[in-house]
């Protein structure tokens, strides 16, 4: 109504209720919904923030540094624009300049800092307002290129239309336009439901929009398996002219505009009249507020979704470009939407006064350097006003009423914090003046209505707690008292206070804004009350709506919903009978009636324990702070976070490698690369970066600088003559005159009466073309003067992600293996080898053929696949020609009948080593230390390696885990429904155990475990580890007792999971497990690592009756303490035998001397006996020559006579 009135008095014509177009097309489909993105709320931090507890800083210093630039702008801006005053008036500038940038060069020079913080609310005053104003916003002023086409004052360099940006964001459906299309036409030509059925034609627009778009949305789901695409956002640009007939400005620029009156007598009325004035004003607020919500509501006259997206986006680019600023001299606590809650250092510039002879100006520092930027990003240079309506001339001057105002200092912000992990509170705060009186309370449950009242008053209590102590653990701990208080409340049941008073306490209330048979079968603990106040009171209380619903929540009966446990409170005022036949009805109980007994106490004190995490204990684990309420638990996600925030060692993200880097001022001596530490030769190194750019420096970062490149020659000559060109003129080639003059020397000597100056001069002219060659391509390389070699070298310690993977081939090729485990992959021939190199561990594709051998008794021709070798057959058989066959294991499957064929032919005397494993062969030939052939190419890790360009490394010239190596434990025992599974961290010094029992008896807890592991340590003589703070133990206690055993492990899944997230470095698993396939089958995360099996020992499931959680534990914690020794003493035994830690058998005795005697077989080019494997036995048979002719390998005999294994020798 009031633009109607505005719009009347300014002869403009009111326009139309909106109407939304009922078919709009995106990229052609149709639009179900269009808005545009608003603006953005955020939480930054969790926790306590006073002006009297010290809090840490880390600050940026180029963002000091541009403040410094910027500061002269800046109090200009103070003097000019917001004082009104002139440069010159203002006697003490220099004064007030020299203090500021001693401040902040202070801050700039020790960035990280404890101080004091000053906790300050820095806001846009009416900002969507303001915005209006400023870029003189108004629905008929948003135009399209058509509109301006045809106006008068569309001539070329007009200055009238200013083009700004707003987010549009839309959703379509996934049917296309002409699915949309023949749907419609085939639901037009049908008759609706009703009697009688109508033509769809003949139906209200709206309803036809209803029904096409429910046939619209089925077509979709079936078609298309979704209805709808996913969001599409996009940046557009809406023009705005500035000509406009500016009624709507003008009518929210009188309101804005409330000058003050110096009539004494106005004054002191409005004095006595502050609280009528207070509404007025917060109805004012509103008022300014709704003109920009207005254009998009449903309806309006004025609607324009350009505008309010370019209102919302101009606001959230103001508070975002403060965010950017404020992030970096201080820490923001709080995004706004028009404003941004903040703590600064304690030295941080605050106020500053500009003395004047007529007047005074104080200025507030943190306001003014934001004031100021934004006007420099958000003036309006183009705004115009009309001056003469008859010729139509207007004036054009800058604008901009957009500015931050200054609350605060604050003493104290309480930020509470969210239960689930990566999501912090909106909204919700608490602040204090200096006084202690509280000045801001926004988002709690002490501000709602129906909310728990023991809530209530626990929040209103608590609040002002947080004032007390001189520390933070002191604040934490006085909070906690508060909350301990009301715990033992509910713990002891309320039995200090009387009924009533309980009631009240722990009762919620809720208003029905329906009648109860309007929400049909809807259920909820309000519904439910309803339905039973109908029972005994009658159901006239219900028919209609508002009825207040107080309840309490009843413990029975259980297992049911929260949402039917709903008990009247007014069932405890009535008569005693009645009250019993109800309860008796409701909770299905029939003795004992009190009220303490019936209320659910757990589900209270969930409901406090729930607002104490988020208030106390949660914030204070973020600021570093021990649990101050033990009783209640924190999360498991808390552990993980706040181990990310101690950890000095965390890995770098990825965003960090595509960072830009800052361009340095030449002429600050502070920025240039070549500084007074630095030697002076190395400042013509150029940079990776300028690779082709003939030796220019691309001018982006600091140079970096090349300290010294050693290669390795043949002789200490070639060395010298090396260095010798490396530190000769670096400049290119010699000047064109000493060339010629070279030349000019060389034809003036002959050689018949001068050889040796003849010979002189030649070498000269040799060594100079040959220098000038190598400064051309050291130039096209960028490294001048560095070899092609150490080229390679730098390419990979750069930061970015080229060079990360550059790292990674370079050091598989150029370091050894140290092999940890081999394990076959999906595909036949392929193995995954788990690999540490340089301290880093790699999982690599290596592809292992199937070698065997075919006696021929033909002559070999070219059909035979293979090449003819001289080895040594089993069983002293003739070689014929015995050929060695390499092909890939997927051929070799498929041609097996091909060799069954050969060994049905009479020509052929026999088929060798066709069943010798290809793990096996690889233990044979590589071990567990090799290195990549030098004739390698260089390659992606995920091609693969073949396993010929491998070579076995001793592990006396190559070290095999020699420093200590991660690991962690996983044990596993379980008897018919009944086991424990156990998972140690020693570099966490954490222990998870989760028990497996269909009967929820719980018998142990973490004081038991810790006490059982510290004395099976004590018993073996093993050092318990200590970590970086206390040795905890972590037991899961929300999970710790499941039913069967695929819960557990989903729990060992996520604690295996959050240890891989955490690592940074080569880690083992250890697994000690009955059935290890079926456990892996289970816990995914252990393909994530590489594997260790020890033998499980089958008396360890063997559980007694009663009792067993503590017996199986104990003997847990035994394996845990002594699983560290086991390993060191496999890996001892790995460097011995010289296979993968990994692949050692459970019967290691015989693999190890199975792998001893078949590579001493294969060191005599002996063929192996193919049929043992893993079960070898070495035979010395005798010749006819009385000598020993070799070792060969037979198959073990069984005599049955004797009862014993044996093995045939020939004496």
């Known amino acids: 109504m009031l633009l109607m009135v505005q719009a009347y008095k300014a002869n403009v014509v009111c326009p139309n209720k909106h109407q939304a177009e009922p078919e709009k097309f995106y990229n052609n489909r149709l639009l179900e919904s269009e808005t545009y993105i608003g603006g953005h709320v955020e939480c930054l931090e969790t926790g306590v923030f006073r002006s009297d507890l010290l809090t840490s800083f880390k600050l940026d210093p180029s963002a000091f540094n541009q403040l410094i630039e910027n500061l002269d702008r800046d109090l200009k801006y103070a003097i000019n624009v917001e004082g009104k005053m002139e440069l010159e008036d203002g006697s003490n500038y220099d004064e007030v300049k020299n203090a500021i940038m001693e401040k902040l060069i202070a801050l700039r020079d020790e960035p990280t800092r404890e101080e004091y913080p000053l906790i300050y609310h820095l806001d846009v005053a009416a900002m969507y307002p303001n915005i209006i104003l400023t ?43 002409s699915d949309y299309y023949h749907i419609k036409r085939q639901i037009e030509s049908e008759f609706v439901d009703g009697l009688p059925p109508k033509p769809f034609v ?58 003050a009156s110096g009539n004494p007598i106005k004054i002191q009325e409005a004095q006595d009249m502050v609280v009528l004035y207070d509404s007025l004003q917060l109805a004012h607020k509103c008022i300014l507020n709704s003109f920009y919500g207005y254009v998009m509501r449903k309806g309006a006259r004025w609607y324009s979704m350009e505008m309010a997206g370019v209102v919302t986006y101009t606001g959230a680019k103001i508070i975002q470009n403060a965010h950017s600023l404020i992030k970096k001299i201080g820490r923001p606590l709080e995004l706004d939407t028009d404003g941004i809650w903040c703590a600064l250092p304690g030295s941080f510039p605050e106020n500053f006064t500009f003395r004047d002879p007529k007047k005074k100006l104080t200025i507030s520092y943190p306001c003014v350097m934001l004031n100021a930027d934004v006007f420099e990003n958000n003036k309006n240079k183009q705004y115009q006003t009309l001056v003469d309506p008859i010729n139509r001339t207007y004036t054009e001057r800058e604008e901009c009423s957009i500015e931050f105002e200054v609350d605060g200092p604050y003493k104290a912000m309480i930020l509470p914090a969210s239960k689930e992990e990566g999501i912090l509170l909106k909204k919700r705060y608490a602040v204090f003046n200096e006084d202690g009186t509280l000045a801001e309370l926004k988002g709690f449950e002490i501000k709602r209505r129906g909310e728990l009242k023991h809530i209530k008053v626990f929040q209103a209590e608590l609040f002002e707690k947080f004032l007390h102590g001189s520390t933070l653990e002191e604040c934490y701990s006085v909070v906690a008292s508060v909350a301990n208080r009301w715990l033992d409340l509910l713990d002891n049941q309320g039995k200090d206070i009387a009924d009533s008073e309980l009631l009240d306490y722990i009762s919620e209330s809720s208003t029905m804004s329906k009648s109860l048979a309007d929400y049909g079968e809807q259920k909820s603990c309000a519904v439910t009350t309803a339905r039973r106040l109908a029972d005994f009171l009658g159901d006239t209380m219900v028919k209609d709506k508002g009825l207040r619903c107080q309840y309490v929540v009843a413990r029975e009966p259980r297992g049911n919903p929260v949402s039917e446990r709903a008990v009247p409170v007014a069932i405890f005022e009535t008569d005693a009978e009645l009250m019993k ?44 702070v021990s649990n101050p309420v033990p009783r209640v638990v924190h999360p498991d996600w808390l552990y993980k976070k706040v181990r990310e925030k101690d950890d000095k060692m965390t890995q770098r993200k990825l965003v960090d490698f595509f960072s830009s880097v800052n361009k340095i001022n030449k002429d600050d001596p502070k920025n240039d690369a070549i500084g007074e530490n630095h030697d002076p030769d190395e400042q013509n190194v150029a940079d990776m970066e300028d690779f082709g750019s003939n030796g220019k420096s691309s001018g982006v970062g600091p140079r970096p600088i090349a300290r010294s490149y ?79 070699g150490v080229a390679n070298t730098r390419r990979a310690q750069g930061t970015g992600v080229g060079s990360v993977f550059t790292r990674q081939e370079l ?70 020609n015995l050929i060695e066959v390499v092909i890939d294991e997927d051929q070799f499957r498929t041609e097996s009948r091909k060799l069954a064929a050969h060994l049905a032919d009479p020509e052929v005397e026999g088929i060798y080593e066709t069943k010798v494993g290809l793990d096996f062969n690889f233990i044979l030939q590589i071990g567990c230390v090799c290195k990549v052939g030098k004739s390698v190419k260089k390659r992606n890790a995920q091609d693969g390696w073949s396993l010929s360009e491998l070579h076995m490394k001793t592990t006396t010239e190559c070290s095999y885990l020699a420093s200590s190596i991660s690991f962690f434990y996983l044990y596993h025992s379980i008897s018919d429904q009944r086991g424990i599974y156990l998972v140690y961290f020693p570099s966490r010094s954490t222990i998870h155990a989760v ?3 269909p009967v929820q008896n719980k018998e142990l807890s973490p004081h038991i475990l810790e006490k059982q592991f510290r004395e099976a340590c004590h018993a073996l003589s093993v050092k318990p580890p200590v970590p970086r703070y206390a040795f905890t133990f972590k037991v899961l206690l929300c999970v710790d007792y499941v039913g069967i055993a695929k819960d557990a492990q989903k729990v060992l899944q996520r604690a295996i999971s959050e240890f891989r997230s955490q690592l940074h470095g080569p880690a083992i698993a250890v697994v000690e497990c009955p ?46 303490a002594t699983s560290s020794r086991w390993l060191n003493e496999k890996i001892s035994l790995s460097r011995y035998s010289h296979v993968p830690v990994g692949n050692i058998e459970l019967d290691w005795r015989i693999q190890t001397a199975d792998i001893f005697f078949a590579r001493v077989l294969r060191d005599q080019k002996q063929v192996l006996y193919d049929s043992l494997l893993y ?34 020798c020939a004496l």
């Not at 058509?146 to 239309?161: H, I, M």
């Not at 949305?217 to 007939?245: D, F, H, S, W």
């Not at 007994?597 to 600021?623: E, H």
């Not at 994530?1088 to 007694?1104: G, L």
């Open 1075 to 1120: 059935n290890v396939a079926s456990v892996k089958s289970g816990i995914r995360a252990l393909d994530d690592f590489p594997c260790v099996n020890i033998h499980s020992n089958a008396r360890d499931s063997q559980y007694p009756a009663l009792g067993w959680q503590i017996v199986a534990a104990k003997i847990g914690m035994r394996r845990c």
């Open 581 to 624: 036949f109800y309860l008796k009805k409701w909770c299905k109980i029939s003795l004992d009636f009190d009220i303490r007994s019936i209320i659910d106490w757990s589900y209270y004190k969930q409901r406090l324990s729930s607002a104490i995490q988020k208030i106390i204990t949660i914030p204070a684990a973020m600021q570093k």
């Open 710 to 788: 050693e290669t390795k020659r043949k002789s200490s000559g070639e060395g010298d003559s090396f260095k010798k060109k490396i530190d000769s003129d670096h400049s290119g080639n010699l000047p064109a005159s000493s060339a010629q003059a070279i030349d000019v020397d060389i034809e003036d000597i002959d050689r018949h009466l001068d050889y040796q100056g003849w010979l002189d001069s030649k070498k000269k002219k040799v060594e100079t073309s040959s220098l000038g060659t190598l400064d051309e391509s050291n130039q096209r390389n960028g490294a001048i003067g560095i070899p092609s």
């Open 995 to 997: 028990m497996v029992t």
């Open 1175 to 1208: 079960n070898l036995i070495l035979v010395h048979p005798y010749s006819s020559v009385g000598c020993w002719t070799g070792c060969f390998l037979v198959r073990p005999r069984f005599d049955s006579r004797q009862r014993q294994m044996g093995v045939t």
């Open 202 to 259: 003949d139906l209200p627009k709206v309803d036809q929009q209803l029904k096409l778009k429910e046939r619209l949305k089925k077509y979709c789901q079936k078609a298309y398996k979704r209805v709808l695409e996913k969001p599409v956002t996009e940046t557009r640009k809406a023009g705005i002219c500035m000509r406009e007939n500016p009624f709507y400005v003008d009518t929210v620029r009188r309101l804005s505009e409330a000058k």
């Open 135 to 177: 870029n003189r916003l108004q629905p008929p002023s948003v135009v399209t290129n058509e509109v301006c086409t045809a106006c008068d004052f569309n001539r070329p360099g007009k200055t009238c239309l200013r083009n700004l940006e707003w987010e549009w964001r839309g959703e379509t459906y996934t049917a296309k336009r």
């Open 811 to 880: 050091a598989l090729i150029d370091s050894h293996w140290q092999i940890i485990q081999l394990v076959p992959s999906s595909q036949n021939g392929q193995f995954f080898a788990w690999v540490v190199v340089d301290g880093t561990m790699h999982k690599v594709l290596i592809n292992v053929p199937r070698v065997f051998y075919l006696n021929s008794k033909a002559p070999v021709t070219e059909e035979f696949p293979g090449r003819l070798v001289n080895k040594i057959l089993p069983h002293g058989h003739n070689p014929y």
